[in-house]
């Protein structure tokens, strides 16, 4: 199975600050990662699809990368909305499997 | 618009069953896979089940497999999971959600999920 690693597991930051949370695949996914913004009590929401491309209605503050096994989620300029649960998921091959998680908090 | 509604969720004891429904509307239902995701209280994501859109074919982790069968009902525009066997980790939020129409596709839309409780 693909394993998701997922850094950081929690941060806090302040409103307007750049914010970067990365996943590290154990095995070549591709660009065949989507993150996934969730706030309490509601289902998860994909932000960035095939690693670098931005879903429907999501603000252009956020961008996914990728750099090898590594892939990244950057907000440029954090907004009082932006603070939620972050998630990164690997659709390259079954188990598709998911990080651990991001908790963003606000400082 | 896609909607995806849940049901079926409670508590239920260890070792016991419970079958879970996802009624779709808003789409052409029998063009996507559709999947089911969980999440335990105050944890990550896990993926628990995928199906074609025919049914014919099925994928499952380790950890349901032989336990949980996904299923479709394309002229109900209904999905559904049938758990059996269940145990203290299943307890989860339970999500349906729709996929693309491929095999390996990712998940676009989400329902509000719904809970399964299994304690004693």
């Known amino acids: 199975d693909i394993q998701m690693t997922q850094s950081p597991s929690s941060m806090s930051a302040s409103l307007g600050d750049r914010v970067t949370i990365t996943c590290q695949a154990s095995q070549d996914i591709g660009n065949n990662l989507i993150w996934f913004q969730q706030k309490p009590g509601k289902s998860p929401r994909p932000m960035i699809y095939y690693a670098t491309n931005l879903a429907n209605g999501v603000p252009s503050r956020f961008s996914g990368s990728r750099s090898g096994s590594d892939y990244s989620l950057t907000i440029s300029s954090l907004e009082s909305e932006d603070m939620a649960d972050y998630h990164c998921?690997?659709?390259?091959?079954?188990?598709?499997?998911f990080g651990a998680g991001t908790k963003l908090e606000l400082k | 618009e896609v909607q995806l509604v849940e049901s079926g969720g409670g508590l239920v004891q260890p070792g016991r069953s419970l079958k879970l429904s996802c009624a779709a509307s808003g789409f052409t239902f029998s063009n996507y896979y559709m999947a089911w995701v969980r999440q335990a209280p105050k944890k990550g994501l896990e993926w628990v089940a995928t199906?074609?859109?025919?049914?014919?074919?099925?994928y499952y982790p380790d950890s349901v497999k032989g336990r949980f069968t996904i299923s479709r009902d394309n002229a109900k525009s209904s999905l559904y999971l049938q758990m059996n066997s269940l145990k203290s980790e299943d307890t989860a939020t339970y999500y349906c959600?729709?996929?693309?129409?491929?095999?390996?596709?990712?998940?676009?839309?989400w329902g509000q999920g719904t809970l399964v409780t299994v304690s004693s």
């Open positions: 959600a729709r996929a693309g129409v491929a095999a390996i596709s990712w998940f676009a839309y």
């Open positions: 199906i074609s859109t025919s049914g014919s074919r099925t």
């Open positions: 998921l690997q659709y390259k091959q079954y188990p598709y499997t």
